[in-house]
């Protein structure tokens, strides 16, 4: 079984500019997880969709972050203007559903962002 | 709000030595916990969970009971291994969809 699949798996850019991040989940999962994971903190979740629809995003910047999860398959996150601070790894997981807990939550390798 | 706190590294044992990673947590209800661990370069990975007060989950060697007492659930290895060097990180999942990290702790295991 493929895994949750990621791109790119590092970017630099200068504060300002714009990013996109890519997932595409593990076929069949309804549930879609994007998390910031600063350097020496654990994972925080940004937002969670189910199937398409947003459940959880109360952690999202949404002055500057912006999420999608079009067909609920693949998502795309996008940072518009970067800041320094949003220098992190981002994580996607998918899970087969989100409400319950024993639904384990599978993780790709991240995108390392660094923002100059 | 819900909360874990786990102990800082990093923690450097020598092989074979006994492990113990404490995991503490505030939650409203009945959370699940979960150990994950990320190995260098990789995703994070579910190593252990437990649903329930007294639960005991176990994997690959570690073990990490639920314990609603004193709130806690600590990670556990009788002999570590140099390919168990990695960073653990501790977790909650209480009513609702989300799941709630630990700083996590880097585990380093010499020859």
């Known amino acids: 079984e493929a895994g949750v699949a990621q791109s790119p798996r590092y970017k630099i850019i200068e504060k300002r500019q714009s990013v996109a991040f890519w997932c595409n989940p593990i076929s069949g999962h309804a549930t879609l997880y994007w998390y910031q994971q600063i350097l020496g903190q654990g994972p925080k979740l940004l937002i969670q969709f189910q199937n398409n629809g947003v459940v959880d995003d109360s952690q999202l910047p949404k002055d500057r972050f912006s999420a999608e999860r079009l067909k609920g398959v693949d998502s795309t996150l996008k940072i518009q203007p970067a800041k320094l601070e949003d220098s992190a790894v981002y994580l996607c997981a998918s899970s087969l559903k989100g409400t319950e807990s024993f639904y384990e939550q599978y993780f790709g390798p991240g995108t390392r962002l660094t923002v100059t | 709000g819900d909360s874990v706190t786990q102990m800082e590294g990093p923690v450097t044992l020598s092989e074979e030595a006994f492990l113990t990673i404490n995991c503490t947590y505030t939650?409203?209800?009945?959370?699940?916990l979960f150990w994950y661990v990320q190995y260098p370069g990789e995703g994070l990975q579910l190593l252990l969970k437990a649903t329930k007060a007294d639960d005991k989950g176990s994997n690959k060697g570690f073990e990490a009971t639920y314990r609603k007492e004193t709130t806690s659930f600590h990670l556990e290895k009788g002999s570590v291994q140099v390919s168990d060097s990695a960073v653990y990180f501790c977790?909650?999942?209480?009513?609702?969809?989300?799941?709630?990290f630990g700083a996590g702790t880097r585990l380093f295991v010499k020859a």
């Open positions: 977790a909650l999942k209480a009513g609702g969809f989300k799941t709630i």
């Open positions: 939650a409203t209800g009945y959370p699940s």
